[in-house]
Structures are given as C-alpha cells and as structure tokens.
C-alpha cells in the first residue's frame, strides 16, 4: 500500500497581503458604520479562497474579540432549492442533519423568540424552518400562504431578510457563503436581495469561481460602492518559492531546490496544486515519512534518484491521473462506485453496487457483513489519504455520507468508467435511493433519483420523479428549482400520460407567473387546453381558460380576458365543478369592474359569493364582500361598500387571517379616504401598517405606505406625504416590485407637482410611466399617462410643450377606450378638457376649447350613466360563514 499523506499539509497564507486588507476595511466599516458590506473572492480551485478567509477571521477576531458573530455555509450536493440558505440557517441555529425533530424545534423556536422578543413567533418559524426542512405547526397566516404562492415567496423572503437584520443589531454578523456558484437559483435570488437592500451591521464574505459572474449577471453591481470583487489570480514566484519552502520544511537535511523547482513548475502559482505536489513526490516514492523510537513523526525522508525516474505530471490533468494510478484496484473500485453516485454519497449505496452480481447467502442474518467492513477500512483508508471526506452526519439517518475532497478527481474516475457499467450503477443507486423515505418529502433528492433514473434509461420514471421534485419545490415556494423540475419531466415525458402532462403544464404555467414569465405561461396554459380538449376534461379545460383570462385582464386586455373567462365558466358548469364556477364569477365581477360595468360587476360577484358560501369557504366568501365593498366604493355608495368590507374584515379576523386582515383595514383606510375622513383613514391605515410590520411582510407595508402618502397628500401635507411616499418607494424598489412602484412613482409626482416642484415631478411620472410600460399593464399605464399629461401641462418640461401635455391626454383616453373602461376614460375626458380650459395657450384657440366643453359633457353623461341605481339593486347579503 502507498505511503499515506502527510497529516496537516497545509500551504500557508504567503503573498494575499492586498486581498486581507480588503477584508479587514470591510469588516472595520461594518462595525463602524452599522451597515452591509459584502466581499466577493473570485477564483479558481486551490487558488486559496477559503485560505484567505480562516486567515482573515481568526487575525480579526484576535485583534477585536466578540465583535462578529460568524456563520459559515457551503453548498451541499445536490444543489437544492435554497440549498446555500438552508445550510446558513442551520449554522446560525446549531442544527445538525439528521438531528432529533423535537430538539431542532425547540432550538430555533428558543433562538427566534430571542431575537424577535416573541413577534410572531409561530409564522417566522413555520417559514424559517420550511427552508431547513423542519416541520413547525402551521399558523393560520401559514395556512394562508399555501394558497397564496407569490405573496408566499415574498414574505419568505422578506422574513429572511429580517431576521438576520434584527439579529445582527444585537451583534454584528459575519456570513461567509462558500461555493457561490454551485448554488441554486434561489438561494442566489435571495443572497443577492439581502445583499443589495439588507441593512444593518453585516459583513457579508462571498467565495465563488468565475463562472457566477456570467451566470448570474449584474452580480459585480449588487450593492454599489457596499460591495467588493476581488479577482485571486496565482501568488508571486517569489511567494510561491516561499509557500513550497514552508510545505516542504519537514525534509531530511533542508529543501532540495530540485523539489521546489520541479513543484514550481507544474503548480504555477496555485497554492492548491503546490499542496498536490507534495502528494505527488509522497505517492512516487519521492518522499517518505520517518517516525522516532517513540512513534513520534520523524523528518522526511528524501530520494531525489526517484525523481529522475518518477513520472511528474505536467499538467493538473497528469496530476489526479498520477493519484488515481497511486490506487489498489478495490480502492479503485469503490471510488468508482462512489463517482456513479455524485460528489456526495453513502454507505449504502457502495453496499448496493458492490453486490450487483452477488447471490444472497443461504440464510441471511443480522450479523454484520464482511463485505460492508471491508467498504468501510477502504473508505476510512481514503480519507486518510485525502481523496475523501466523511460528513459529521447524514441525509439518511441510518448511514454515513462521504464527499470527494477533489472534485476534479471524482470526474475523471467518471469518465474512465465504461458506459455499460454506469448504466447500471445508476439503476442500483436509483433503487437504493427509492427505498429512503427522506427522498419523497426533498425536492433535492427526487431530483437526485430522477437524473440516476434517466441516466440509468428509465425515462418514463425518471420524469414522473422530476414531476415530483417540481410539484415539492413549488410547495416550498423555490419557483426556478421547480421551472427547472417541470422543463425536465415534460421534456422526458414526451407524448406519454397525457393526464400527468397536464397537471404539469398547469402547475409549470403557475411557476411561469411567479417568475414574470407571462408569454411562456401562456404557452404552458395553452398546450393544456389542447390536451383537456383532446380528451373532453372540461374541468381541466375550464382551468386552463381561467388561468389565461386572468393573465389577459391582469396585463390589460379584457376582451380577450372576457371570452376566457366566460368560456372557462362554461366548462366548468359541464364538470359541474362549483368552486371553479364561484371562482370564475368572481374573476369576471373583477374584469366587469375594471370596465366600470358596476351593475354586471356587483351580479356576477354576488354569484360566486352565494356559491362559496355554499362551500363555506370562509376565505374565499371574505374575498367576494372585499370585491363586493370594492364596487361600492369605486360608485360612491359608501354605506354599502363600508358593510361589505367591515363583513370581511369581522370572517378575516375569526379565520385569523392576517393577510387578509391588513387587506381589509388598508381598503376600509380608503373608502374612509374618499368620504373625507382623514383621520379615521389614517388610523385604519396605521393599524394596518403595523400588522403588516409585524408580519414582515414588506410588499403590504408598501401598498399601505402608499395609501397614508395619499391620505397626506389630500389634506396638504405635503412634506409629511412625500416623506410615507418615498419609503414606500425603498420598499417596492428593495421587493423589485415594479408595479406598485409605479404606482408610488405616480402618487409622488402629483406629491411633488403640490409641492410646485415640477422638475421632480417630471422625474417621478417619466418613471411611472417607463414601469407601467414594462409590467404591460394598460389599465394602469393609461392612468399615468394622464398624470404625465397633468405634470407637462404644468410646465414640468418648460413652455413650448403644450401640444405633448394634450397627446398624453388622447393616448391616455385611448388606451382606456382599448380596453373597454367608459369610467376612467371619463377621468381623461375630465383632465383634458380642465387642462385645455385653464391653459393660456389654448385660450384663443375656439375648437380646442369647443372640444374640451364637449368631452366634459361627455364625461357628466358617462359618470351618470354609471351611476348604481340603488332602488333597482338589492344590497348583497352579508353574512360570516357556516
């Protein structure tokens, strides 16, 4: 057997002086500023990343003890959805793999409630511990969210992001996040926002290769000036030749320059391969170690006369082929079981491979099997020699979970195994892994078994297994994990199970939405009709029009929403399914709503409310008064639209629906608005605010932020307006929510156009409207560009742009026209011809004005037209569910 790798062969840090200063400024600033900066080390394998890092923590640390607290994660194979979060989460709460459920859900439960001074307690950790794979009882805010997949993905987020924020006001935090660019889409997601909008007293130290930075494209911009990429390249030849002189120190008589030189040669400054050298010289017989009389390490033992004929690699190539050739054929052996399996695996799964061809004994009992002894001496001998790495705990609590310490190794065994024999490796290990029950409730490792299962031939299980994976990862919220999922089991699937196609594309089309996908969604939805249509599902037919109806009336186009939703209503009523058909009622009283068709609207709402009620669907019936009050308000009947929001809010605050509760207050905090309560509206607003605040839940703190600018705004105070209003912009801009963000934009020109400053005014509305252009959203586009017409009427741009101020009017009435909203094309008519008729310029122009007295006729008749004639309509009927 070949000599065993020396203990410890380290390279010391020699020649990062630079790197280590940036690190150090880095950490000085977050302490002294309480802020997030971040340091990004980009480079190579062995370039000396980790290296760096350890040296940098253990010297700061020294100098200023208890300053930071430091949490370390590493992407762990396979790549799971939030896989880099997941291990961040466990390393700040101590929770180990395979850990008793009761202990890890008094441990974070203990942490969270420390840190959060009991703030809901219960939601932080059902979400928190959703990403770590522990299972907290559901809350009703959680129990909402499973039905709520986007609002879902940004609280989550949002709580994050929180956490580590108020724990590191109690202590600075250091999170050193390793492996950047193995990690998954989400956990990138996620890092990135925390990094870009994070606040507080975190210094976060990022350890990546080069291929992130294209993958992930504006990574070097995140944070600004708060955030550092450092480049590693190879250290100086002359810190090289001082690396190799610390590496070698232990030989017999001092370091033969021949060593270092030849070391030199090949490793090119990369402190990793300097270390591999050294390996190499001991593996060629080069180098041997001694020991004393007390069995103490002696001083190595030199042989230059072996070098001349010692087949030194010349390449990093040669290299892993020069520690391969150094191996018995059953070590040989076992690491080809272990490549088939990924760059981490079990025990178990050698076990299984091992006995491919072998028979069972005669009688089969529990004692312990030679065979299994024999993988573990192998496994223990390689570790020892630094091919391999055993995990202090597993995945599956019943056995032992190792890694490749070199990757590069793992893949050159792969390629030199011969395709008939991973064949199949790869049914074995699908067949070990089908047998642990952790792989059913991890998207991870049903991605893990379907990628063996397809490796192995077995397409059609392999993208049912994908299928799988994809519908946990959307569970779990990792939207890209499950694109990615469903894109690979459809794929695989082909023409076959068109049933399971079919959900797929249903869930797919979700997953599209989540990510802002719109065409592709609609795409997805659409080949799913195709299918239901094929086979007569009218039920699965109605779904697929509904999805794409609400897709048309969200981006603004109703009449191709209407005849989607009108159709899926029929097809629903063939499957006689009742909570599609309420639900459709529902989503056409929206669409009839935002035409300004009130009367149908208020019909058609109250359909689906009195089904739902039939279901008793507390939720859904809360939603149906929230549109119901919602139709009220918008025709000026405030009474009824007040008892049909207080009627939701009262079903919400039974289900303990917070989400739904700070809806309610934010809706009643306008209808109160309207009616020119300014202080009540206000109170219901903060009340709201503070719900959501305690949620974490940034998206609502938003939207209700925007409507206290507005309350502001109505009663004069402007500074106090622009103030709310500009928070509120932090906010959407930190969620990348550009729809609500152009909503704020558009409330702070009119803010800023109060105020009389007409420069920022023409900023924020050309904002508005460049966002609303892109989310293609036409109902809200034609509402900016009639504030922009406003804003340029008032000079914003300078005299001379009279005739764009009216453009903006007409396209705004245009595109309300477009989509069929008599009401707000009413409001443009109303702007235009005020404009028109307050203008200096267009005093003395008779047929403008005669135009703008007409359009102003036209709106009274439409706003009269519109009116709800409230002897011809009953009132809805309220009341809480069953």
């Known amino acids: 057997m070949s000599q065993p790798t020396p203990p410890e062969l380290r390279a010391p840090l020699i020649g990062r002086d630079a790197e280590l200063a940036v690190l150090r400024s880095a950490a000085r600033t977050t302490l002294e500023k309480r802020e997030v900066r971040a340091v990004t080390l980009v480079g190579g394998p062995g370039i000396g990343k980790a290296r760096i890092v350890e040296e940098f923590l253990g010297s700061f640390l020294e100098e200023t003890p208890g300053a930071l607290h430091?949490?370390?994660?590493?992407v762990r194979p396979p790549a799971l959805s939030h896989g880099l979060i997941e291990r961040l989460l466990r390393a700040r709460f101590g929770v180990q793999d395979g850990e008793d459920r009761d202990t890890s859900l008094e441990r974070v439960r203990s942490e969270v409630s420390t840190v959060l001074d009991d703030r809901r307690v219960g939601d932080v950790c059902f979400l928190l511990g959703s990403l770590m794979g522990i299972a907290f009882p559901e809350t009703p805010l959680t129990r909402?969210?499973?039905?709520?997949?986007?609002?879902?993905?940004?609280l989550r987020r949002s709580v994050v992001r929180n956490f580590f924020e108020t724990d590191a006001q109690r202590l600075p935090l250091c999170l050193v996040l390793e492996d950047l660019h193995a990690s998954d889409g989400d956990?990138?997601?996620?890092?990135?926002?925390?990094?870009?909008?994070?606040?507080?007293?975190?210094?976060?130290?990022?350890?990546?290769?080069?291929?992130?930075?294209?993958?992930?494209?504006?990574?070097?911009?995140?944070?600004?000036?708060?955030?550092?990429?450092?480049?590693?390249?190879?250290?100086?030849?002359?810190?090289?030749?001082?690396?190799?002189?610390?590496?070698?120190?232990p030989c017999e008589g001092g370091v033969p320059q021949r060593l270092v030189d030849a070391a030199l040669g090949m490793s090119g400054g990369t402190p990793g391969l300097m270390e591999a050298m050294v390996r190499v010289f001991f593996e060629s017989g080069v180098l041997s170690e001694t020991h004393l009389s007390d069995g103490a390490r002696g001083p190595w033992r030199v042989d230059l006369d072996r070098l001349q004929s010692a087949r030194l690699?010349?390449?990093?190539?040669d290299a892993v082929l020069a520690r391969l050739s150094a191996l018995s054929a059953q070590e040989r052996r076992v690491l080809e079981h272990a490549a088939a399996v990924g760059s981490v695996f079990w025990l178990g799964a050698l076990v299984a491979l091992g006995r491919i061809d072998a028979k069972a004994p005669a009688y089969w009992t529990d004692s312990p099997a030679e065979d299994v002894a024999r993988i573990r001496r192998l496994l223990a001998g390689l570790v020892e020699r630094d091919y391999l790495l055993r995990l202090p705990d597993s995945a599956f609590a019943d056995d032992e979970e190792y890694i490749f310490k070199h990757n590069r190794e793992r893949e050159k065994i792969a390629e030199l195994t011969t395709t008939g024999a991973l064949r199949r490796y790869h049914q074995t290990i699908a067949?070990?892994?089908?047998?642990?029950?952790?792989?059913?409730?991890?998207?991870?490792?049903?991605?893990?078994?379907?990628?063996?299962?397809?490796?192995?031939?077995?397409?059609?299980?392999?993208?049912?297994?994908?299928?799988?994976?994809?519908?946990?990862a959307r569970e779990h919220f990792a939207a890209k994990k499950a694109h990615e999922y469903y894109q690979k089991g459809l794929s695989l699937l082909g023409r076959d199970d068109a049933r399971r196609r079919i959900d797929a594309l249903h869930n797919l089309g979700d997953v599209l939405l989540l990510l802002g996908r719109t065409d592709e969604a609609l795409a997805a939805f659409r080949e799913m009709l195709e299918l239901s249509f094929r086979l007569a599902l009218h039920g699965k037919g109605g779904a697929a029009h509904n999805r794409m109806g609400r897709v048309h009336r969200d981006t603004g186009s109703l009449a191709l929403a209407q005849e989607h939703l009108e159709t899926s209503l029929t097809l629903f009523e063939r499957a006689g399914d009742t909570r599609g058909i309420a639900s459709c009622h529902d989503d056409i009283g929206k669409l009839l709503w935002m035409r300004g068709e009130y009367e149908m609207a208020l019909e058609e709402l109250r359909r689906g409310l009195e089904m739902r009620k039939s279901l008793s669907d507390g939720r859904s019936i809360a939603l149906s008064l929230n549109n119901i009050g919602l139709v009220w308000r918008d025709h000026g009947q405030e009474a009824k639209a007040r008892e049909a929001l207080e009627a939701a809010l009262k079903i919400r605050r039974e289900l303990s629906d917070p989400l739904g509760i700070v809806e309610s207050l934010n809706e009643l905090g306008q209808l109160a608005l309207d009616q020119g309560e300014h202080e009540k509206a206000l109170q219901l607003l903060e009340e709201a605010q503070e719900l959501a605040q305690d949620l974490g839940d940034s998206n609502r703190i938003a939207v209700v932020l925007a409507n206290m600018g507005e309350a502001h705004l109505r009663t004069h105070a402007t500074e106090?307006?622009?103030?709310?209003?500009?928070?509120?912009?932090?906010?959407?801009?930190?969620?990348?929510?550009?729809?609500?963000?152009a909503d704020v934009k558009r409330a702070l020109a009119k803010a800023h156009l109060d105020r009389g400053d007409l420069r920022a005014a023409r900023d924020s509305i050309k904002r508005s409207v460049d966002l609303f252009g892109q989310v293609r959203s036409k109902p809200h586009l034609a509402v900016a560009l009639r504030t922009l017409g406003e804003v340029t009427g008032a000079g914003a741009w300078g005299d001379g742009h009279e005739v764009k101020a009216v453009d903006y009017f007409m396209r705004s009435i245009a595109i309300c026209k477009e989509i069929g909203n008599e009401l707000e094309v009413a409001k443009s008519y109303r702007a235009f011809s005020g404009y028109v008729s307050g203008s200096a310029?267009?005093?003395?122009?008779?047929?403008?004005?005669?135009?703008?007295?007409?359009?102003?006729?036209?709106?009274?008749?439409?706003?009269?037209?519109?009116r709800i004639r409230?002897?011809?309509?009953?009132?809805?009927?309220?009341?809480?569910?069953?």
Not at 313 to 317: A, K, R, S
Not at 431 to 447: C, I, P
Not at 720 to 741: P, S, T, W
Request: hydrophobic share 40%.
């Open 720 to 741: 106090k307006a622009i103030e709310v209003l500009l928070r509120a912009e932090q906010l959407c801009d930190d969620l990348g929510d550009k729809l609500h963000l």
């Open 70 to 74: 430091v949490y370390q994660a590493r």
């Open 187 to 249: 956990s990138l997601e996620l890092i990135g926002h925390i990094l870009e909008h994070g606040r507080g007293p975190i210094l976060l130290v990022c350890l990546t290769r080069a291929e992130l930075l294209s993958r992930y494209e504006g990574f070097r911009e995140l944070g600004a000036s708060r955030h550092e990429v450092v480049e590693l390249g190879p250290v100086p030849a002359d810190s090289a030749g001082r690396i190799l002189h610390e590496l070698l120190a």
């Open 431 to 472: 067949d070990f892994l089908s047998q642990k029950d952790a792989v059913r409730s991890q998207e991870e490792y049903l991605a893990v078994l379907a990628r063996h299962l397809e490796s192995a031939g077995s397409l059609t299980r392999a993208a049912f297994t994908y299928l799988e994976a994809g519908n946990v």
């Open 870 to 882: 409230t002897a011809s309509t009953s009132p809805p009927t309220i009341s809480p569910p069953p």
């Open 841 to 866: 310029h267009y005093q003395s122009i008779p047929e403008i004005q005669r135009e703008a007295q007409k359009l102003s006729q036209m709106a009274d008749e439409i706003f009269e037209r519109h």
């Open 313 to 317: 690699p010349l390449t990093v190539e």
């Open 144 to 154: 909402v969210l499973a039905e709520d997949a986007v609002q879902a993905r940004v």
